[in-house]
Nanobody, 114 residues
């Protein structure tokens, strides 16, 4: 089983990034997917989640209106579009698959600074 995140990087405030998380080794379309983040010295927190069919999603209050989670089950991939990024969005971002078992990716760094 693998979850591989990509798309992280460094951007100025107000910038955008699109994270991708590709899954393999499990039936991706049957799993609820979520994005989490962990900033230095802080606990890991849930950012956004999406149902297995992609018909419902939820967001942390801090990212509502700026981030969008989506998925393409044909590509076994979940995305996180992040717009209007703020310095407080700086963190390592992880994707998670939730189903019969839970799986985590290795994380991708997002840095927002001027």
């Amino acid at each position: 089983v693998q979850l591989v995140e990509s798309g992280g990087g460094s951007v100025p405030p107000g910038g955008s990034l699109r994270l991708s998380c590709a899954g393999s080794g499990f039936t991706f379309s049957r799993y609820f997917m979520s994005w989490h983040r962990q900033a230095p010295g802080k606990e890991r927190e849930l950012v956004a989640s999406i149902t297995s069919a992609g018909d419902r999603s939820n967001y942390a209050e801090s990212v509502k209106g700026r981030f969008t989670i989506s998925r393409d089950n044909a590509k076994n991939t979940v995305y996180l579009q992040m717009n209007n990024l703020k310095p407080e969005d700086t963190a390592v971002y992880y994707c998670k698959a939730v189903g019969l078992a839970n799986y985590w990716g290795q994380g991708t760094q997002v840095s927002v600074s001027s």
